[in-house]
């Protein structure tokens, strides 16, 4: 077991340079199952997620090899089987990413279910939406999804998506790439993410238009091929160290950013009392010197305030001065984090798992927490960064799911983090 020991109150300063989006990344890697030639990402996140899904594709019988910890090439022409059975993909949400894919390129797939951080009910009707619309039968057990059309074959059509699905709408994606026919998703994701997978895709030969919209065409293609891709910057990550920034009244040049992706966070901080400088590729934020202010903020689909980011502006508004209010409208569970952070002094209540009402106090103190989830991790540990005197939090393992390096690049701006292990 491993933890973090923090000794908080210093600034944060100096430049951080962000990684490649987990969540971008893990449906790009099951995506390379779209072709039997061989795809190089560059870029590639190296967190615990998205080695999961590399030793899923390792035990389907691809071959990925590391030309460096961030770069893979990868060939899925062997790919033998349908069915996925490496135990840890149960521990990650993207293992549905696998049902698209195998569904998309061999017309069937079995696939454990979901499991992921425990933030709410985390439904799949709109997969089995899209994929029923596409032709495909859908069982969902238990344990597992089973999808199949390999008496019907795949076929392309028009569908509603009835709620805003980052998964589903990529999960469409990945199966009616090779669908004959034209596909249209209403209703689809806008995040960069999606963005990011429909760039991927085009560019080893496939024809997807409108992806950032909520309208995605998707014209089947008889094949893709090989090719190289840089994965998006992470705009979780990004926004993490720019609350950071905010949270140790610090100063902190986000580097290796896509700006335009970070707006309504940049816009939540100005609000906030921080100032912010915008170039091409970074983004600089200033804390201020007082206290921060008090706000609103209703997380929402993009370009809305990113419900990844939740756990992280409430850490920041249980430092600002007054009364503000944060409403979770995406997960009905993403507040487990308040219980921890109550025990650094914040004062937090939760109606209805949906509006947390924070009063803002002058310093956290430090103290023993866990980590419940991988943002709310993240958020922790900033509250520990501001906090007088010393925390330790465990859980990290989940905070390692989605952030490269968290220590050590937060050590890079001067923060006094270790991990260390526990016997
Ligand atoms: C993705 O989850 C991300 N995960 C999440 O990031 C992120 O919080 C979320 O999108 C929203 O942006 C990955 O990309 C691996 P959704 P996903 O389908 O795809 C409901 C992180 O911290 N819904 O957009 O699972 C669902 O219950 C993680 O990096 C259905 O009801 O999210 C939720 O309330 C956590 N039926 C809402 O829609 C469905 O079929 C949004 O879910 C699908 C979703």
Redesign the pocket.
């Known amino acids: 077991m491993e933890l973090y020991r923090i000794k908080g109150g210093k600034p944060l300063c100096g430049t951080v340079n962000i990684s490649g989006a ?2 971008a990344a ?1 449906p790009i890697l099951a995506a390379t199952i779209l072709t039997d030639e061989t795809i190089t990402l560059e870029n590639v996140p190296k967190v615990n997620d998205t080695n999961i899904m590399v030793e899923t594709l390792l035990n389907l019988g691809a071959s990925v090899e590391y030309i460096d910890d961030n770069t893979l090439k990868i060939n899925t022409s062997t790919v033998k089987k349908y069915s996925v059975d490496n135990p840890s993909i149960k521990k990650i ?2 293992s549905y990413y696998f049902a698209g894919a195998l569904l998309g390129r061999y017309k069937q797939a079995r696939v454990p279910l979901p499991g ?2 425990n ?10 939406k899209g994929f029923e619309a596409l032709g495909a039968t859908v069982d969902i057990t238990e344990s597992e999804i089973v999808v199949d059309a390999t008496k019907t074959g795949l076929y392309g059509t028009k569908m509603y998506m009835d ?6 709408t990529i999960n469409i994606m990945l199966a009616a790439v090779l669908t004959p026919g034209k596909t249209v998703i209403e209703g689809a ?1 806008k ?1 960069p ?1 999606v963005v990011d997978v429909a760039n991927f895709i085009n560019g080893i030969g496939g024809h997807i238009t409108g992806a950032g919209t909520d309208k995605i065409r998707i014209n089947g293609v008889p094949a893709l091929h090989g090719g190289t891709y840089a994965v998006i910057p992470d705009q ?1 990550e990004a926004g993490t160290f720019m609350m950071a920034a905010a949270i140790t009244h610090g100063d902190i040049v986000v580097d290796n950013v896509i700006p335009t992706h970070l707006d309504s966070i940049s816009s939540k901080l100005k609000e906030i009392g921080c100032k912010i400088i915008e170039s091409d590729e970074n983004v600089r934020v200033i804390g201020p010197e007082g206290r921060l202010k008090r706000t609103q903020v209703k997380t929402l ?1 993009y370009p809305g305030f ?3 980011m939740q756990p992280q502006i409430s850490v920041a508004l249980g430092l600002a001065d007054g009364c503000s209010t944060v409403v979770e409208s ?3 569970n993403r507040f487990m984090y308040v219980n921890e952070l109550k025990k650094m002094g914040c004062n937090i209540v939760v109606d209805e798992c949906t509006t947390a009402y924070i009063e803002g106090v002058e310093y956290y103190q430090g103290a023993n927490i866990t980590s419940p989830d ?2 709310a991790g993240a958020a922790l540990v900033l509250a520990a960064l501001s906090a007088n005197g010393q925390s330790e939090i465990d859980g990290i393992e989940y905070i390692e799911r ?1 952030y490269e390096n968290f220590d050590k690049k937060l050590r890079l701006l001067g923060a006094d983090i270790e991990k260390i292990s526990r016997e």
Do not use: Q, W, Y
Not at 119 to 128: N, P, Q, T, V, W
Not at 163 to 168: D, E, I, L, R, Y
């Open positions: 987990k969540n893990l949400r993207a992921g951080c933030i709410g009910g985390r439904g799949l009707d709109m997969h089995e709620k805003v699905s980052v998964g589903a994701a995040e993410h979780i689909p990113p419900t990844d995406i997960f009905d991988l943002r989605g």
